[in-house]
Nanobody, 119 residues
Framework: QVQLVESGGGLVQAGGSLRLSCAAS????????MGWYRQAPGKQRELVASITSGGSTNYADSVKGRFTISRDNAKNTVYLQMNSLKPEDTAVYYC?????????????WGPGTQVTVSS
């Protein structure tokens, strides 16, 4: 069974920082890409940041310059460092890992971790 477990969420004041972690039960060194998504109540799930196996990163415009995605292959963990947090960042954050399967791509999702930024 493949499992992704997010941690590091919580309540923080505006301007503060949090670091989210996603521990995978599989080797992420062989993953095509990893990413963080978020979903606020009543809104669509959106991509926050992603990183490919080659190290290329991509960020949503709203978080550029504030968030940084990284990974530790030895620990099979992907991170999201979030600085200068804003109330608009409040959402459930989900970890995603994409791997190549025998039939197309396979995406794995974590259960999510709540991030709440107070004014």
């Amino acid at each position: 069974q493949v499992q992704l477990v997010e941690s590091g969420g919580g309540l923080v004041q505006a301007g503060g920082s949090l670091r989210l972690s996603c521990a995978a039960s599989i080797s992420i060194s062989r993953a095509n890409a990893m990413g963080w998504y978020r979903q606020a109540p009543g809104k669509q799930r959106e991509l926050v940041a992603s990183i490919t196996s080659g190290g290329s990163t991509n960020y949503a415009d709203s978080v550029k310059g504030r968030f940084t995605i990284s990974r530790d292959n030895a620990k099979n963990t992907v991170y999201l460092q979030m600085n200068s947090l804003k109330p608009e960042d409040t959402a459930v954050y989900y970890c995603n890992v994409e791997k190549a399967g025998v039939i197309g791509k396979i995406n794995y999702w974590g259960p999510g971790t709540q991030v709440t930024v107070s004014s």
